[in-house]
């Protein structure tokens, strides 16, 4: 067995499944509902507010929904030593565990292409590749699995070193036709170029898929990886919190203090966002591992658990389905449950209407949770 490996029957860490049930409803309804009780309360500067919390940085910077899909490549990483450890204490070898690793690679990047790539609409001229969440998703898992599987800690945090410095050598030094070395602008960075020319006429043009990015990508699964073995370890509870928010702190400081020479940009995935992104993330991993694991306060993160549980058949969900008012069937949710409502509650309508659609997809998702139907890539 892998020394990295506690013990075949390891604790599940509940606070990893309610924080990416959390990150989730965020993703896939949090924000609209968000959006629609700030119109709902007529309030100008709750609006504002508002629309900061759930728009990106245009291009440099940082803002709260910039978080939540490193969140989620972080959370996916913290998973990898449960799962990988599993595998290892029923007897899988190396052969069995990189054909998990090919599969699953495989099974999200046709996944991304289906959700945001447009494959299933059997057109190439709409056809795009590497433009959605899982697509990069599965290429940073890839190396960040094939890193984990070979390293031990100190070889994983070396590699997350080598990967950033080289992101940024790259990005510093490299030059780009037309514009020269060290360029971050939207139209001059390496990342987009590289991406233009490879993908040609499948390039999304503001897709989250880079393909430069793939070693940062990696980076934040491997985080999240270090941040899992450090509370399986046999520390106490305490000392792993603690040793969670300094790490976490750390990553922010380092991150604002790199960024004046590389600036923070989510899009083309940064050294400097990386870092500054996944140290918010330990920190969040650090409350809820305290909340939930360590005093025990469970009941409240039960209906993000079930979200968490089957988060890729949520996302999914969200992405294949139009659930707007009108949109086809699953559209229907308003008209059905709630339409009639509409005349009396004016400018609170939006919010039911969200109510009841994203109620719909938790009771799916509940059911499947109680028939321990968990969609597993």
């Not at 609209?32 to 759930?54: C, D, I, N, Q, S």
């Not at 299933?120 to 433009?131: E, H, K, M, S, V």
């Amino acid at each position: 067995m892998d020394s990295r490996v506690s013990s075949p029957t390891a604790d599940r860490l509940v606070s990893l499944d309610a924080l990416r049930g959390v990150d989730m409803f965020w993703l896939t309804g949090g924000t609209a509902m968000l959006l629609a009780v700030a119109r709902g309360a007529g309030a100008p500067e709750f609006l504002e507010l508002a629309k900061r919390w759930t728009t990106h940085a245009p291009w440099e910077g940082f803002q709260l929904h910039d978080l939540i899909l490193p969140l989620f490549f972080f959370i996916v990483g913290a998973a990898m030593p449960l799962s990988f450890g599993k595998r290892l204490a029923r007897g899988d070898g190396k052969g069995s565990l990189y054909r998990h690793v090919w599969t699953r690679t495989a099974l999200l990047f046709i996944l991304g292409l289906i959700g945001q790539g447009h494959l299933l609409a059997y057109d190439l001229d709409r056809l795009r590749i590497l433009y959605s969440v899982l697509e990069s998703l599965a290429l940073g898992y890839a190396v960040a699995a094939i890193v984990y599987l070979n390293t031990r800690v100190l070889g994983q945090a070396v590699a997350v070193a080598v990967f950033l410095l080289g992101s940024w050598a790259a990005l510093v030094w490299i030059p780009v036709p037309g514009h020269g070395a060290g360029v971050l602008t939207p139209e001059g960075n390496l990342v987009g170029y590289v991406d233009k020319l490879v993908l040609g006429p499948f390039y999304g043009g503001d897709g989250w898929g880079r393909i430069v990015s793939t070693p940062n990508c990696a980076c934040m699964l491997l985080i999240g990886a270090l941040a899992c073995q450090w509370l399986r370890s046999d520390r106490g509870q305490a000392v792993k919190v603690a040793g969670l928010l300094l790490a976490g702190a750390a990553c922010v400081g380092l991150g604002l203090a790199w960024s004046p020479w590389l600036p923070i940009i989510k899009s083309i995935k940064t050294s400097s966002f990386i870092l500054y992104a996944t140290g918010q993330s330990i920190m969040l991993l650090a409350v809820f591992y305290l909340v939930v694991d360590v005093w025990g306060w469970r009941a409240w993160t039960f209906p993000f658990v079930v979200i968490g549980m089957n988060s890729i058949a949520v996302y999914m969900a969200v992405l294949v389905f139009d659930w707007g008012p009108g949109g086809g069937l699953f559209g229907q949710i308003g008209a059905v449950f709630v339409g009639g409502l509409r005349p009396w509650l004016g400018a609170w309508w939006p919010l039911v209407h969200e109510l009841a659609r994203y109620t719909v997809i938790w009771l799916i998702l509940y059911w499947m949770y109680r028939a321990r139907s968990f969609v597993r890539v």
